[in-house]
């Protein structure tokens, strides 16, 4: 799907994100090289030097005619750098609302950063609960919408024992390499334990088809080449999951501690950038899809039905 930000757009907009990060410092050495491998990455303009740019203001960006897709995009560009200052600090917030005001834009993310620094973690935390339970239901599985809705105690075999059995299917199919993908990463199929719900088929299927792995690079790109493939409030709400558990250490769990700065790992911010531009390269949403009625065609032909370019930045 095209990017939502054209070609032309692209300068103007590099130059409102250096002003948006620039909280007296010209922004962090994490932010300033997320911005650039975005530009460079995603918009395909290398040749734009970051060092060379005049920053555009809050009081200007009305000025620029971007349209309501564009301003939205805009925003969401916004709150990633921002998340990737750390400390997130009340200066780089205030700057960040003074930007939003002018593009007349709200958001789940600007909410969650603002309580992060003004009411503290737990806060941030039951703003990222609540926004994640309203979207989950469009990340699930079509079939198992109502089976990733139900808490379980024990194990669901009567969801563990089809997915099991995708692995009889013929070698290179998407059922095949699905169960492939959790052996290859020492997980266990969902069903097995509470800890593995029906959730996780329709996100896991993804990481398959998309092909990422479990690393915090991995799952940042997953979702963020959703978001490439289709900018809906579902996919941003996904993509502020990943960077609340990988960016700022928001989530935590028995099996999980959040981590800070996936973006300023080598490579991770590249990877990102090529995520975003893959996704706006599909020519379908494949996160939607009913996986499991696919599940016996080969995986690169369901990547073929979809328009899923291949993967530059291997990350298994």
């Known amino acids: 799907m095209p990017r939502v930000i054209g070609t032309a757009m692209v300068e103007p907009v590099t130059r409102i994100l250096l002003g948006a990060i620039d909280a007296g410092d010209g922004g962090t050495a994490e932010q300033r090289s997320v911005l650039g491998a975005v530009v460079a990455g995603y918009w395909e303009r290398p040749d734009l030097d970051l060092a060379s740019l005049s920053a555009i203001g809050p009081d200007a960006v009305a000025s620029l005619g971007l349209d309501d897709i564009q301003r939205r995009r805009v925003r969401e560009l916004i709150?990633?750098?921002?998340?990737c200052r750390h400390p997130l600090t009340d200066q780089q917030v205030t700057l960040v609302d003074a930007y939003a005001q002018q593009l007349g834009e709200s958001g789940p993310g600007l909410e969650i950063a603002r309580d992060l620094v003004r009411e503290g973690t737990a806060r941030a935390l039951a703003d990222?609960?609540?926004?994640?339970?309203?979207a989950q239901p469009q990340w699930s599985e079509p079939s198992l919408v109502e089976r990733a809705a139900t808490m379980r105690a024990?194990?669901?075999l009567e969801l563990n024992a089809p997915l099991r059995a995708l692995h009889d299917l013929p070698e290179g199919t998407l059922g095949?390499?699905?169960?492939?993908?959790y052996r290859r990463h020492g997980l266990t199929l969902p069903g097995e334990d509470p800890n593995m719900e029906a959730f996780f088929v329709g996100h896991d299927m993804n990481h398959v088809i998309a092909g990422y792995g479990t690393t915090g690079q991995g799952e940042t790109a997953l979702s963020a080449m959703l978001l490439g493939m289709d900018d809906s409030d579902d996919h941003w709400v996904l993509f502020l999951t990943s960077l609340s558990a990988y960016e700022l250490g928001l989530s935590s769990s028995p099996d999980f501690v959040g981590k800070v700065g996936v973006l300023a790992r080598e490579g991770a911010a590249d990877m990102l950038a090529e995520a975003l531009r893959r996704g706006s390269q599909c020519t379908g949403d494949f996160s939607v899809i009913d996986h499991l009625e696919l599940a016996h065609l080969p995986l690169d032909e369901v990547r073929a039905r979809f328009g899923v370019p291949p993967l530059v930045g291997a990350d298994s």
Do not use: G, I, Q
């Open 79 to 83: 709150v990633m750098l921002e998340l």
């Open 128 to 134: 990222l609960v609540r926004f994640k339970t309203n």
């Open 154 to 156: 024990e194990p669901d």
């Open 176 to 181: 095949w390499e699905y169960v492939e993908f």
